[in-house]
């Protein structure tokens, strides 16, 4: 009984720290091709001033460790797209009747959400080329966000968004 609680309070932590991932790329893109990369300077990100330069810290290291350099003349130029919004509950109530071989059955179900409606982030990172101005490559993490989370904790969930998102970056051609 004891191992059934633990691993029932093992899986609530790791549902409510989860950190949903999309990619979508284009597949004719052949990524060797890229070296360099920048900002768009007209970046509207959604973000505060503080929280925009935490994420781009942590897109710069991670980028660097990939090999890619941030360059004046880059061959692929990054905009960056976020929302905070409210999750909704997704609370339902079922009611079933059946039967079978002269016996009658009902039953009645209840779903509770296992996240409340918190806070959630989206984030979208968009890589745009420079010489063709076409998007060739788009990642989104939707998170969970603590508006009075302190800024090492900032920083922290950045990092962490920011490694997941990267993890499949770039796409293995196939």
């Excluded at 932590?13 to 070296?35: E, K, M, W």
């Excluded at 997704?90 to 039953?107: A, F, K, P, Q, Y």
């Excluded at 969930?157 to 970056?169: A, E, R």
């Amino acid at each position: 009984m004891k191992k059934l609680c633990y691993l029932t309070l093992v899986f609530f932590g790791i549902s409510c720290n989860a950190i949903r991932v999309d990619y979508d790329y284009d597949r004719a893109t052949d990524f060797s091709n890229y070296s360099t990369y920048n900002y768009f300077t007209d970046i509207e990100s959604g973000l505060s001033q503080l929280d925009e330069k935490r994420l781009v810290k942590a897109l710069d290291s991670t980028l660097q460790a990939k090999g890619y350099l941030l360059a004046e003349e880059p061959d692929f130029n990054i905009n960056i797209v976020s929302a905070v919004y409210r999750n909704s509950p997704s609370n339902n109530v079922g009611v079933g009747i059946g039967g079978t071989g002269g016996r009658v059955g009902g039953g009645v179900s209840i779903g509770l959400p296992i996240q409340g409606s918190g806070l959630k982030r989206e984030i979208q990172i968009d890589f745009v080329d420079s010489q063709k101005e076409v998007l060739f490559w788009q990642g989104t993490s939707i998170s969970n966000h603590r508006e009075n989370a302190s800024p090492d904790e900032r920083e922290a969930q950045f990092k962490k968004v920011v490694d997941k998102i990267f993890v499949k970056f770039p796409p293995e051609r196939k």
